[in-house]
């Protein structure tokens, strides 16, 4: 059983630093692309930033300068290091991988649970 397990949310006030961490369990041979995405309330689901297994990076505009996003392919996790915190950051942020292989499968579009992330004013 493949799980996503999403953790480091919380409240911070305005300039405010969280590091969120997402990592994939199970019997996982390969990765392809592990990103985060948010959705505040009243709004779609958007993505903010991801990161290929070979480093490729691609951010969101309204991030830009702000986040940062990492893995380890070792340990199958991915972070997202949020400084200059915003109250428009807040959302619950979600981890996903794109594609990934196990012994016996290939799964797609695999989405963790989702921590709550809130800036405050």
């Known amino acids: 059983q493949v799980q996503l397990v999403e953790s480091g949310g919380g409240l911070v006030q305005t300039g405010g630093s969280l590091t969120l961490s997402c990592a994939a369990s199970?019997?996982?041979?390969?990765?392809?692309?592990m990103g985060w995405y948010r959705q505040a309330p009243g709004k779609q689901r958007e993505l903010v930033a991801d990161i290929t297994s070979a480093g490729s990076t691609r951010y969101a505009d309204s991030v830009k300068g702000r986040f940062t996003v990492s893995r380890d392919n070792a340990k199958n996790t991915v972070y997202l290091q949020m400084n200059s915190l915003k109250p428009e950051d807040t959302a619950v942020y979600y981890c996903n991988v794109d594609r990934l292989r196990t012994a016996w499968v290939q799964r797609f579009d695999v989405w963790g649970r989702g921590t709550q992330v809130t800036v405050s004013s």
């Open positions: 199970g019997s996982i041979f390969s990765i392809n692309i």
